[in-house]
């Protein structure tokens, strides 16, 4: 891991009056760089070349004589071959030589290469890169094992499908479409033989990934996609904030729900088995008397951070629950850096981060005040490493 010291120097060098915010052109970089507008700092798409109209025609920055927007928020994409290429020296050089501070995302560390990130990608980043690798289930100490730390509820894992004895959901890749999800159900272990059966005939799923997949229990309740913010600069009110609340579409489920049960039963047998690829996000609220526990679920996450991943969680992150009939949470899933559904939060914000903040409050927008109260402050070096 790249020292913290190092990134500090690097930042040392950084005009503070031409820091501009950048994210991988994918999952989330709208709302970042939206956010980063709002605050008036310049942006940067890093995009991957066919994959950059959104980023370099369809949102980009339209600026007066005075230099105010007018129209969009992506003030420069710079096209690469692949995603990949972010991580090249001569990208990197750039970005020092121009201010650039970089804000992770799903994408970042799905395309590029975690140990590169970790150890030669010498930006500073706006959060915690040394948790960006709790992300990965596969991992000796990922998430799951940072909520055991921490004394938070998460499903039950099931060690040998021969042990299932209820309705559990077994999380592996998709074998073709590597980076979304080839997530199956089974309420026994004759169900989960049959079902993984015919994935693996179909091409969905690979038996080596089946071999390492994680089987848990699965929680009937609705989903909600916390999406908090700790800021550790924060000296006048909570340190930490939620922001906003989500949820997911997700397909070929939610076209499955949509048909009546008996119209289920006429499908073919490679449409039957609905798929997990996440395609799009809503907005949420929680009741109020719930309120209370979600921020028991960060306050104790953010604590375990601290203690397991010195410096800890820094700026956004979102816990990923199902609540049961007794509305009790459990977290099924982590992610250290900003959500994938936090462009619901585009422009207008969220009723919560609106309302503790008094103006429209996006995540993208309270990462880019973050950096301005830290550049203001002086502790800008407290918000990377």
């Known amino acids: 891991m790249i020292e913290r010291e190092a990134v500090l120097e690097i930042l040392e060098g950084y005009d503070p009056s031409k820091i501009q915010i950048a994210a991988i052109g994918s999952h989330s970089a709208l709302d970042v760089c939206d956010g980063a507008a709002e605050e008036g700092f310049r942006t940067l798409a890093v995009c991957e070349e066919g994959r950059e109209a959104p980023y370099a025609r369809y949102f980009r920055a ?12 992506v003030d420069e994409a710079l096209v690469l071959p692949k995603f990949k290429d972010v991580l090249s020296e001569k990208v990197q050089a750039r970005f020092r030589r121009e201010s650039v501070l970089f804000v992770p995302n799903r994408s970042f ?35 799951y094992w940072l909520l055991e730390k921490a004394g938070l509820p998460f499903p039950e894992k099931i060690e040998d499908p021969e042990d299932i004895d209820g309705l559990v959901i077994v999380k592996l890749h998709h074998k073709v479409k590597k980076l979304e999800r080839g997530f199956f159900t089974a ?54 904030e939620l922001l906003g609340i989500d949820w997911r579409f997700e397909t070929s489920l939610d076209g499955h729900v949509r048909l009546p049960a008996e119209q289920q039963l006429t499908l073919s047998e490679d449409q039957r088995i609905p798929e997990y690829t996440v ?40 816990l990923q629950t199902a609540v049961d009939k007794d509305l009790h949470f459990y977290i099924y899933d ?52």
């Not at 007066?64 to 928020?73: P, Q, T």
């Not at 950096?371 to 203001?376: A, D, Q, V």
């Open 279 to 318: 395609v799009g996000h809503n907005s949420a609220t929680l009741r109020e008397s719930s309120l209370r526990e979600a921020f028991v679920l960060a306050e104790k996450y953010v604590k375990a951070t601290q203690e397991h991943y010195a410096p800890g969680i820094i700026g956004p992150f979102t």
């Open 109 to 143: 560390t799905s395309y590029c290469d975690l140990k590169e990130i970790e150890d030669a990608f010498r930006v500073p980043l706006v959060g915690s890169r040394n948790l960006l690798r709790t992300e990965e289930r596969e991992e000796e100490r990922s998430y």
């Open 334 to 385: 982590v992610a250290p850096r900003i959500g994938g559904g936090t462009n619901v939060h585009v422009s207008v914000g969220h009723p919560y981060g609106n309302s503790l903040w008094r103006r429209p409050m996006s995540t993208g927008r309270r990462v880019a005040m973050e950096i301005r109260r830290g550049i203001e402050s002086g502790r800008l070096k407290d918000l990377v490493t």
């Open 62 to 73: 339209v600026r007066g004589g005075d230099g105010r927007l007018v129209r969009g928020m």
């Open 187 to 240: 309420a026994s272990a004759k169900e989960y033989q049959e079902k993984s059966g015919k994935l693996l005939r179909q091409g969905v799923i690979s038996k080596e990934d089946l071999g390492t997949a994680r089987i848990e229990r699965y929680i009937i309740g609705p989903i909600f996609n916390f999406d908090f913010f700790y800021s550790p600069i924060e000296e006048r009110g909570e340190k930490i």
